[in-house]
């Protein structure tokens, strides 16, 4: 089986951009279009997620594996990562287990750490979310907002719902398998030090990326840089996506 995958751009450098938990391929569109003039651009569904396949395990050496099946399938052998959150830590893991194969590394917000529970209320409430009862997208909203107070946050997870054939609802997310495959989801990512350019970028306003992270980050990345987008939290690529765009894009054109 194959990820779900758009492609834009006709360069001969090839990026791969994935997303984050409970995202899609969609949420990298803008930095897509800004990369798409100097590099051929692929953007993946991860498995269990938008309209890619569904699978019970989802480790992060599965989801690499994942990267490296449609990398070969588009006949491409080398690459560079752009990943923000998971899709950071499956970038991680794809550069640990294929050093050979990534030209340049990009990390958004996550760090080579294994970290604590911290999304077990936005699982339980969208699990909660009774489908065959549904009436309308607004009625799943406020479910969501008993974990949930930002309703940009609500509105990101909720791109997840859409309609059936029958005219019903249904998750594009695999919610059991990501449940059930949480604690998974949450390590480090494991191998040999990747020796190759590596930038990690942080939203100064997160926590996800601290100063006692430096070790991890240079033991298994030595040549890592990091930068700071100033003002934004996690979703940095959304809060600010032309500072976003501008130090991933000079990085990976340099």
Known sequence: MQLNYLESGAGERVV????????????L?????ALESDFRVVRIDLR??????????????????????????LEVNTLSLL??????????????DNPERVEKLVVADIAPIAY????????????EIDLRGLKSRAEADQILQK?????GVRQFLLKNLARDSNGGWRWKLNLPAIDACYDDLRLAPEGEAFAGPTLFIKGELSAYIQDK??????KFFPKAQLEVIPGTGHW??????????????NFLRA
Not at 16 to 27: D, E, T
Not at 147 to 151: F, H, K, R, T
Not at 236 to 249: Q, R, T, V, Y
Request: glycine fraction near 8%; include cysteine; charge should be negative.
């Open 16 to 27: 791969f951009l994935l997303h984050g938990l409970f995202g899609s391929a969609s949420n």
């Open 213 to 218: 992270h430096r070790g991890d980050i240079f």
């Open 116 to 127: 604590k529970p911290h999304h077990n209320e936005t699982l339980s409430a969208l699990c």
């Open 236 to 249: 940095l690529h959304a809060e600010k996506p032309a500072a976003f765009n501008e130090i991933s894009g």
């Open 29 to 33: 569109n803008a930095t897509a279009k």
């Open 147 to 151: 974990a949930e107070s930002e309703l």
């Open 48 to 73: 269990n997620h938008g309209d890619s396949f569904h699978m019970d395990s989802m480790s992060l050496s599965e989801m690499a594996a994942d990267i490296r099946r449609l990398a070969d399938h």
């Open 83 to 96: 990943g923000h959150s998971l899709g950071g830590k499956v970038a991680m893991q794809f550069a640990l």
